[in-house]
T-cell receptor, first 109, second 113 residues
Framework: GQQLNQSPQSMFIQEGEDVSMNCTSS?????WLWYKQDPGEGPVLLIA?????ELTSNGRLTAQFGITRKDSFLNISASIPSDVGIYFC?????????FGPGTRLSVLP | DSGVTQTPKHLITATGQRVTLRCSPR?????VYWYQQSLDQGLQFLIQ???????AKGNILERFSAQQFPDLHSELNLSSLELGDSALYFC????????????FGEGSRLTVL
């Protein structure tokens, strides 16, 4: 079946640093979604992307829909402690959703 | 608040037992999805319903079943529970159409002892 790869698997950064993570697929997607999950809670939608090349921001977060439609990037600027969590990408090739394995972000004070 | 409601939040039961998890989707969303997340793992897709009909099946065990009722709420039934079924179970809902976004509930944490 379709799979998504996310990198890096985990990252440790200093507070104030910028963060970049990406998601790649072997298939073309119509929609890319980025979620953040805090421990023991449900994933929260951060950004949704609908068109190839689209660049969308949500506060300190910026995400891009790759022009090949097979990848997406999420950047977090000036990280703060509450950015800690797992970031999942999800693609929507049709009616269903495919999730990546997640990037675990730790922010050191 | 995503608008997706799940009950119960926590459930502790014994092996061999059966439990039912309940989900109310966001107002207007016809699709409901169920996911399982074991400790420090990703989201495993179990099953999707659309307007009362099963739409897609993922890695759902035969011991598990689900349904979506006319009022669009959904239930996930887990039977003959095993220790390995301990996990967070998430319900999510979306509108139909390829541009629909997926919204998650807060999950039901199942512990099987």
């Amino acid at each position: 079946g379709q799979q998504l790869n996310q990198s890096p698997q985990s990252m440790f950064i200093q507070e104030g640093e910028d963060v970049s993570m990406n998601c790649t697929s072997s298939s073309i997607f119509n929609t890319w979604l980025w979620y953040k999950q805090d421990p023991g809670e449900g994933p929260v939608l951060l950004i949704a992307l609908y068109k190839a090349g689209e660049l969308t921001s949500n506060g300190r977060l910026t995400a891009q829909f790759g022009i090949t439609r097979k990848d997406s990037f999420l950047n977090i600027s000036a990280s703060i402690p509450s950015d800690v969590g797992i970031y999942f990408c999800a693609g929507r090739p049709g009616q269903n959703f495919v999730f990546g394995p997640g990037t675990r972000l730790s922010v050191l004070p | 608040d995503s608008g997706v409601t799940q009950t119960p939040k926590h459930l502790i039961t014994a092996t061999g037992q059966r439990v039912t998890l309940r989900c109310s989707p966001r107002s207007g969303d016809l699709s409901v999805y169920w996911y399982q997340q074991s400790l420090d793992q990703g989201l495993q897709f179990l099953i999707q319903y659309y307007n009362g009909e099963e739409r897609a099946k993922g890695n759902i065990l035969e011991r598990f079943s689900a349904q979506q009722f006319p009022d669009l709420h959904s239930e996930l039934n887990l039977s003959s529970l095993e220790l390995g079924d301990s996990a967070l179970y998430f319900c999510a809902s979306s509108v139909e159409g390829t541009n629909g976004e997926l919204f998650f509930g807060e999950g039901s944490r199942l512990t099987v002892l």
